[in-house]
């Protein structure tokens, strides 16, 4: 299943630790082993807890060889969020790394969810080789939201992920990817599946780090040197730190840069060009569905641009007039160069579905097309621009936050009346999360223990920068609201002091 016989070596830069690929062939082995013992037979489904480790890596493949599908999980997400997302993959195993603290035993035991500690892994008796699965089955389930009620999870077989890694590794090569760090997290698509798995499955040496770490980033430029990174995916927010506050890379190892998940402004661009001492850095666009990276700036010699994408991946992108999947992609008009229109990708990398969820999976998918919510524009070259999102996700630094999850929290307060989370701007980050409420009662113990309740159910990223207590909000005659327009009208009204109110 693997593009190459076995995969290339694997190394924590901040740890030391190093496995060469005959020892992580001894590690998946004795997974296999030992999971196989547990029970777990072709088609279970096994959270995975942790994730930035050498042991993430051999839990997948000790997994993918026993035919299982593996459900890598934010480890920030709270218990409440964990016991949902197993409920909706029908998990048989939990897999840890560490002994998991026990009230989370306790609510994922209730479920019948068994726990393993992968730091217990032992070679156990010789046993024959696990013939490994289909390309049909199904290989990974990664939520997108819905943690806290209704989740969607993008389902992607052995098949597709296949053909997201053979697409890049024609229009990419993997010369440049010989010594690939990630410092993204290994549980959405950007990070694992593309800056992670490609390279790294084709043989190629990755470096993993912890995601998002403040003082790693500050001494990014001595990392890159010391370790001879040639290559390395990122997200704005990443950068907005890394160009304040550490020095340049100085060894010339590093070949090429790419930075996705998020708008690139075209001034950060250049700051990373001028930092980094290569004007080989790229935007890569793509998403979770199509398997992250379905095109980029692989266009030769250009200027950075705000917005500037550039050519399909092993994908064909069209701007089209067609907003809903009501009218098929064949039969929609496709736009004229210049003329803003929604971007569809057709990708033999596409996701089979969102788990159990046919409805939803039915209003982005049209007869292999996927209707990605962006907006965009071709120009007389070819290359694509975006120009903005019809989607409700806060991207926050990349990481992706649906604000429903965060409405279906507050909302069961008792004290809420209405709820709505919305977008606002951020320094570091571009986007972070802001809600407005209505209260029963708008003393400042109700907003303290309404922030109390959303904190104990929601996980650090997720949890709301600024409050807003509003008599009513505005909603459409079919009750929805538009959650720009909320945020443009919160704009000038000031936040709850929430130092204040909880006597900070």
């Given amino acids: 299943m693997f593009i190459e016989l076995s995969p290339g070596p694997l190394s924590e830069p901040l740890s030391g630790r190093r496995w060469s690929p005959a020892e992580i062939r001894t590690h998946v082995q004795q997974r296999v082993s030992r999971y196989r013992r547990l029970g777990l037979s072709p088609g279970d489904r096994v959270l995975v807890l942790f994730g930035n480790r050498l042991e993430f890596f051999a839990d997948l493949l000790a997994l993918w060889r026993l035919g299982c599908c593996a459900v890598p999980l934010d480890s920030r997400l709270t218990d ?43 070679a156990g008796d010789a046993e024959p080789a696990a013939p490994g699965p289909a390309l049909d089955q199904d290989a990974l389930i990664l939520f997108t939201s819905g943690t806290t009620g209704q989740p969607k999870g993008v389902v992607h077989t052995h098949r597709s992920l296949r053909a997201r890694w053979m697409s890049l590794r024609q229009s990419l090569g993997v010369a440049d990817f010989s010594r690939t760090l990630c410092l993204l997290p290994t549980h959405f698509g950007h990070g694992l ?4 798995l490609f390279p790294w499955l084709s043989g190629q040496e990755l470096l993993i780090a912890p995601p998002f770490q403040a003082g790693l980033l500050l001494e990014l430029g001595r990392i890159l040197d010391e370790h001879r990174v040639t290559f390395l995916s990122s997200v704005p927010s990443v950068w907005r730190l890394a160009l304040k506050g550490s020095r340049p890379p100085r060894s010339g190892h590093l070949k090429r840069l790419f930075c996705g998940s998020a708008p690139l402004p075209a001034h950060l661009w250049r700051g990373i060009q001028e930092w980094s001492g290569t004007r080989e850095v790229w935007n890569a666009y793509g998403i979770t569905e199509t398997g992250s990276w379905a095109a980029g700036t692989s266009v030769g010699a250009f200027e950075p641009e705000d917005g500037l994408i550039g050519e ?16 098929p992609a064949a039969e929609s008009e496709e736009c004229a160069p210049g003329e803003q229109g929604y971007v569809w990708l057709n990708t033999p990398a596409l996701m089979r579905g969102y788990l159990e969820r046919d409805d939803l999976t039915k209003e982005v998918v049209s007869e292999g097309w996927f209707l990605t919510g962006d ?57 972070n999360v802001a809600i407005a409420v209505v209260l029963r009662s708008r003393d400042d113990e109700t907003i303290r223990r309404l922030y109390l309740w959303v904190r104990s159910r929601l ?39 929430m130092r204040s109110v909880l006597g900070h």
């Fill in 193 to 196: 599946i593309c800056n992670s």
């Fill in 80 to 122: 409440y969020e964990i016991c949902v997302l197993a409920r909706a993959a029908g998990a048989r195993v939990a897999l840890t790394s560490g002994e998991p603290p026990a009230a989370l035993c306790s609510a994922l035991g209730a479920l019948g969810v068994a726990l393993a500690d992968t730091a217990a892994s032992d």
């Fill in 312 to 327: 399909g991946w092993g994908s064909v992108v069209k701007v089209l007039r067609a907003r809903t999947t009501d009218t």
């Fill in 375 to 431: 907006i965009g524009v071709r120009d007389d070259r070819g290359w694509l621009y975006l120009k903005g999102r019809e989607r409700e996700e806060i991207n926050k630094g990349g990481m992706k936050i649906h604000p429903g999850d965060v409405d279906l929290v507050a909302e069961q307060f008792e004290e809420t009346v209405d709820v709505s989370t919305f977008a606002c701007d951020d320094a570091l980050y571009g986007q």
């Fill in 459 to 497: 996980a650090e990223h997720q949890m709301p920068v600024r409050w807003y207590v509003l008599d009513a909000i505005p909603r459409s005659s079919r009750g929805k609201v538009n959650r720009d327009q909320l945020a443009q009208s919160c704009s000038s009204l000031t936040p709850v002091n």
